[in-house]
């Protein structure tokens, strides 16, 4: 028995009883693979010592390495240099070539300085030599590379989570947008971006923000060299948060759009000093403004021509709305009467009968009532004059809110007509009842 091994054999008792500061480490495969019987039965000894819940796979000649490769499956792979039937090169390489993540450690005597300078840089993550100087730090060797290798799994599978993030999450978002690093180079970009603006995310990595603007982004809008203004303006002021928007008119193989961008700068982190920016489509949200718009020109046509004045009052009865008939029969004009209380166009005699009828008919649910049916409505016009109404009232809700719309006629030739149409049947009458006939 050579000498060496011996000394080992002295050894492997101490050193069983050796831990390293993160404790004991569970293992499910370790792969171990000498043909010297004695070294190996030492190596299995003290790794089963150190790893009691791993299973160790010991492998001695060349048809049980082709099997271990084939299987494949292990944590962690442990290989003489100097083997019978091939060396720890090719071992390494064979292992690393099927499985790069797996550990591997080079346990050898018969290893050089230049043999462990060319397997370090063929994937090699420790090398231990048999010799009694040395025998502990085996067990020392597979705690550190295993706890390695462990860090590595945990951060891909980090940067997987991250790349998932990115490209799963926000990458299929409809939001536009750019990451820009402190020199406002684009270092991430979404699949909006590609829509929006007709670039491929694999040609802008990498582009300097400002002069991808200029180039091959300002010319689409609508305002270009206002939209390339705003944005360059926010490079300047990195500090600040911004919000604007522009029109995209439809160009080849580009739909119209209304683009909102809102950026922020990035104050922590790998690319703290750069921004984020965000490209909202608000073109449906730009139409159904423009629509509304239309929409309350005409209702505002509508009302602002109509022969009888249309007063519109909230809950408080304060005026909302006063149209160009009502400015005609109150002598008052729209801009002065909004938000003044309705009462102004109402003699005092009557302000508390008609706020408590007001009332009364907000609290019926009916849609509409004829007040002038119920009694005399009297109006009260700027210069005091006081003049007779029939008012249409109906009541409305938005939300928590409540208003009332009052069209109002003034009957005062009516009831001039009327008044003269009495007088002159009574006149008739008492014609006819004077008469012999």
Same mark, same amino acid.
């Given at each position: 028995?050579p ?13 069983? +009883? ?8 569970i ?5 171990? $693979? ?14 089963r ?5 791993? #299973? ?21 792979? $442990? ?7 091939? =060396? ?20 050898t ?8 300078? *060319? ?14 100087? #040395? ?45 820009l ?10 699949? !909006? ?9 694999v ?8 002069q ?6 300002? #010319? ?17 002021? =990195?500090?600040?948060e ?11 193989? +580009? ?47 509508? $009302? ?19 149209n ?8 008052? !004009?729209?801009?002065?009467a ?7 166009? $109402?003699?005092?005699?009557? #302000? ?7 009332? +009364?008919?907000? *609290? ?11 009694? !005399? ?10 003049f ?17 719309? !009052? ?31």
């Amino acid at each position: 028995m050579p000498n060496d091994v011996r000394e080992v054999r002295k050894q492997v008792r101490p050193c069983c +009883r050796r831990r390293v500061a993160s404790g004991k480490m569970i293992v499910q495969r370790i792969l171990l $693979i000498d043909d010297d019987h004695l070294v190996r039965d030492i190596a299995v000894s003290l790794l089963r010592q150190e790893f009691s819940d791993s #299973h160790i796979v010991p492998i001695a000649d060349a048809a049980g390495l082709d099997q271990a490769l084939d299987a494949g499956g292990f944590d962690l792979v $442990i290989t003489d240099y100097q083997l019978g039937w091939t =060396n720890g090169l090719a071992v390494l390489r064979a292992f690393k070539s099927r499985s790069p993540d797996c550990p591997v450690v080079m346990f050898t005597a018969t290893g050089s300085e230049e043999i462990a300078v *060319e397997a370090m840089k063929a994937g090699l993550d420790d090398y231990v030599l048999k010799s009694p100087q #040395h025998i502990g730090r085996l067990t020392a060797a597979v705690h550190s590379v295993l706890a390695q290798a462990q860090q590595r799994r945990e951060l891909k599978e980090s940067e997987a989570r991250q790349r998932s993030l990115l490209n799963d999450v926000l990458g299929t978002s409809a939001v536009g947008l750019f990451i820009l690093d402190a020199e406002f180079r684009v270092v991430w970009a979404n699949e !909006a971006l590609e829509r929006y603006f007709g670039l491929r995310r694999v040609d802008v990595i990498g582009q300097d923000k400002r002069q991808l603007i200029q180039e091959r982004i300002k #010319h689409l809008f609508e305002a270009p060299e206002a939209f390339a203004a705003k944005v360059l303006q926010t490079y300047e002021r =990195n500090g600040e948060e911004a919000s604007f928007d522009f029109h995209m008119p439809a160009g080849d193989d +580009r739909d119209e759009r209304w683009l909102e961008h809102r950026s922020m700068p990035i104050r922590t982190g790998l690319y703290a000093g750069g921004r984020i920016e965000h490209y909202y489509d608000i073109t449906e949200r730009k139409r159904a403004e423009a629509a509304l718009r239309k929409s309350e020109g005409h209702l505002a046509m509508v $009302i602002g021509s109509a022969m009888d004045a249309i007063i519109i009052v909230d809950g408080d009865h304060r005026v909302l709305l006063f149209n160009g008939a009502a400015e005609t029969m109150f002598g008052c !004009a729209a801009a002065e009467a909004i938000g003044q209380p309705l009462d102004r166009f $109402i003699p005092e005699r009557f #302000h508390i009968a008609h706020r408590e009828h007001i009332t +009364r008919y907000g *609290e019926t649910g009916q849609t509409n009532r004829v007040m002038g049916r119920l009694g !005399a409505v009297c109006g009260l016009r700027a210069d005091g004059t006081e003049f007779p109404l029939e008012i249409s009232l109906s009541k409305g809700t938005i939300g928590d809110h409540t208003f009332y719309t !009052a069209i109002l006629r003034d009957i005062t030739e009516r009831q001039r007509t009327e008044g003269l149409l009495r007088q002159t049947n009574e006149t008739l009458s008492a014609l006819i009842d004077a008469s012999p006939l």
